[in-house]
């Protein structure tokens, strides 16, 4: 015959888990409500909306569900803020032994109040803890709710001050960043401003060298420099307006020297001939290419 071990056999446990809310509406006011008759702890004292997670049911459903049993109100369930243990030897707590509280929100003030309650207070959020006793065993939980509740948003608004205080920086620094580039910008326009007519009168001599002298070294040596003020003018995001002729009369990359077409009576805005090309850094103009028009 097998010896059996003694077994020690687990106590039932039941613990009945509380969730109140600290409610906040648009003014940052809190919703206190007094305790009616028809309750049986807390007689004529000051509450904070909530009561008790049911079996099968999750926070957010609990407490949007109590308060709206309460009050009417259809809340919006935000940040939990403290977990509470009650005391052991509390009388109108045996089996509530802990509890959650968190923090909601609504859009009414139009409070429809239960026989739980018979009064409502709407109170600014830094006063509302002076609402609820100090001493009492059961208003003092809900007094150190509420200024938990207090200091959670008032760390929540220092940090959301401290992101957008952040986030100006950042785009303070981008805005630096961005001027200081188009001051850049701006000088060297102007750098370029002064090269190109001076890339002007090369090509205005190069153009017109004779063919059997371009093989000169002199001839060599112009092309040469006349090749690197280009490059200068690329390497710094110059290039040239491209313009044709026989297309229509541009003004916003165009100067028009003459129109040929005045004399005959006829306007067409073509251009017939470039005299001096264009060049553009960026989206703006360096130079407007000069044309005679017909």
């Not at 006011?29 to 008790?52: C, F, M, T, W």
């Not at 371009?214 to 490059?231: D, F, R, T």
Request: hydrophobic fraction near 35%; charge should be negative.
């Amino acid at each position: 015959m097998e010896n059996k071990k003694n077994e020690v056999q687990p106590k039932s446990r039941v613990m009945t888990l509380t969730i109140k809310a600290v409610v906040l509406n648009r003014a940052n006011e809190v919703l206190v409500l007094r305790r009616s008759q028809a309750n049986k702890y807390g007689i004529g004292k000051y509450d904070l909306p909530g009561g008790h997670i049911e079996e099968n049911e999750g926070l957010r459903s609990s407490i949007l569900r109590e308060i709206k049993e309460e009050t009417g109100l259809d809340a919006t369930m935000g940040e939990i803020i403290d977990v509470v243990e009650f005391p052991e030897d509390s009388a109108q707590f045996k089996e509530e032994k802990r509890g959650l509280r968190c923090i909601c929100y609504v859009d009414s003030d139009e409070v429809e109040l239960s026989p739980e309650h018979d009064e409502f207070k709407w109170v600014p959020l830094d006063m509302a803890a002076d609402m609820f006793s100090a001493e009492d065993g059961f208003e003092k939980e809900k007094r150190e709710t509420v200024l938990k509740a207090q200091k959670y948003l008032e760390m929540q608004e220092a940090t959301d001050r401290w992101k957008r205080a952040a986030a100006d920086f950042e785009n303070y620094k981008k805005r630096q960043l961005e001027e200081r580039k188009d001051m850049i910008a701006f000088s060297n326009l102007n750098l370029m401003a002064e090269i190109i007519p001076v890339l002007d009168n090369f090509h205005a001599s190069t153009d017109h060298i004779p063919k059997e002298q371009k093989e000169n070294a002199w001839v060599i040596g112009i092309m040469h420099i006349q090749s690197q003020l280009e490059k200068v003018l690329e390497d710094n995001g110059v290039t040239e307006i491209k313009v044709a002729v026989g297309e229509d009369f541009n003004p916003e990359i165009m100067e028009a020297l003459g129109n040929g077409g005045e004399e005959k009576g006829e306007c067409k805005n073509i251009v017939s001939k470039i005299v001096q090309k264009g060049y553009k850094m960026g989206g703006r103009i360096v130079r407007a290419a000069r044309v005679i028009v017909e």
